[in-house]
């Protein structure tokens, strides 16, 4: 699969003396043959990974891969049943240092219930309490443009907002490692975009983040890099730039017919380095040349005497890297 590469230089304010096990790179998350089982489900499944400090690094995966599962873990929520974590250098439980910890880390979970009769300030006010250390209230509430809600009941905030009040308790303690569990599933492209920039404004300051998601526009923007995670495993480590180009080719040609196809003969097309035939029936074409591989893919429908029903082209995502290692969508499961 795709190298990795070096990661964004990271703010120096917020540098760990935590030194990876090649010893090239400052970690602010280590996990080793990670392990959870619930009954018969195997959750998480001897799962290997390092977050570098100060960069954003993503979980990709569908519901069920396992993603929320090794966040918890992570987090201090969740007892693994196997394999070892270190979080900013320090592991779970170990010498009653846990507190310390979470004083250095901040989590928004998939779904943060906050309390509906309070305002905005007071819930910030709330949380701010939970940290020895922290931002003020007034700070955090420009952070995330809340300004002018602060006396707004919680009750009465849009999904976008809610979710920009739950990233500012997850920023109160003016955490050094950032947890972000899918925080912009279900919001609107505005509240969407209006997260991004909280999310890239903590990285500029030399903050670490370690976010899941199933948007693949989200990880491309936010992530330095990113892992796909399958049936608790991960399956692709890169950049998401390593990654798309891991496919060999820049378009992808999806396409149904009418009919059965002789798959193994597109194949040899000029331009087209491979064929996957998807769920549905329904054929998926990685293309290096869309300008010589469109003609002879037409040619050879021709040839083969099948109707062509639809035809769409679009640009290699990491949602096609999935398709490929997977054969099924993100969005699939």
Known sequence: MATQTQTKAAGSQQSLAVVGATGHHLLAVRCVRLVKRYADVMAVDGLDLEV???????????????????????????TPDGGTVEVLG??????????????????????????????????????????????????LLRLVSLEEKRDARVGKLSGGQRQRL???????????????????????????????????????GGGTILLTTHYMEEAARLCDRVAIMDHGRIIALGTPAELVASLGADQIVEMSVAGEL?????????????????????????????ALALPALLGELARQGVRLETLATHEATLEDVFVSLTGRNLRDE
């Open 52 to 78: 570098r400090a100060g960069e954003c690094f993503g979980l990709l995966g569908p519901n069920g891969a396992g993603k929320t599962t090794t966040v918890e873990i992570l987090e201090g929520l969740t």
């Open 90 to 139: 320090e592991a779970w439980g170990r010498g009653g240092g846990d507190r310390s910890l979470r004083d250095q880390l901040g989590v928004q979970l998939q779904e943060t219930q906050l309390s509906e009769k309070v305002t905005v300030a007071e819930t910030m006010r709330l949380f701010r309490s939970f940290y020895r250390r922290g931002r003020e209230v007034e700070e």
């Open 166 to 204: 739950a990233v500012a308790c997850a920023l109160a303690g003016d955490p050094r490692l950032l947890f972000l569990d899918e925080p912009t599933t279900g919001l609107d492209p505005q509240a969407r975009l209006q997260l991004w920039g909280i999310v890239e404004n903590f990285r500029a």
């Open 262 to 290: 002789r798959e193994g003969e597109f194949a040899g097309l000029p331009g087209v380095t491979s064929v996957r035939r998807r769920e549905g029936g329904a054929y998926s074409l990685t293309v290096g040349d869309i």
